[in-house]
Nanobody, 124 residues
Framework: QVQLVESGGGLVQAGGSLRLSCAAS????????VGWFRQAPGKERDFVSAISASGAFVYTADTVKGRFTISRDNAKNTVYLQMNTLKPEDADVYYCAAKDDLVGVRVLDTYNYWGQGTQVTVSS
């Protein structure tokens, strides 16, 4: 069982940066692939980025490639999403999720555990 808690969301001006954190409970966190997804009101939850258990493999959506960077610190049971050059269209609720394999990392239904989400607001 893994419990996930996101933090780091907030209000930022367009062009600014935020770093989201996903803190996990459980001693086996280092065995899990972790993904970030985002969702606007009334829309589907979209894949943003994912990182393998060891951190060796990273997957990133084209819409944020070059601006967002995912990383993890297994000693701290935490995965980070560094978001730079933020745009108004990046404003969403961001969720982290965990799964125990690398199959379908871009597909939200393959994830077993989810956090409660953190709001990111970008002003133009």
């Amino acid at each position: 069982q893994v419990q996930l808690v996101e933090s780091g969301g907030g209000l930022v001006q367009a062009g600014g940066s935020l770093r989201l954190s996903c803190a996990a409970s459980g001693r086996t966190f280092s065995r899990y692939t972790v993904g970030w997804f985002r969702q606007a009101p009334g829309k589907e939850r979209d894949f943003v980025s994912a990182i393998s258990a060891s951190g060796a493999f990273v997957y990133t959506a084209d819409t944020v490639k070059g601006r967002f960077t995912i990383s993890r610190d297994n000693a701290k049971n935490t995965v980070y999403l560094q978001m730079n050059t933020l745009k108004p269209e990046d404003a969403d609720v961001y969720y982290c999720a965990a799964k125990d394999d690398l199959v379908g990392v871009r597909v939200l239904d393959t994830y077993n555990y989810w956090g409660q989400g953190t709001q990111v607001t970008v002003s133009s």
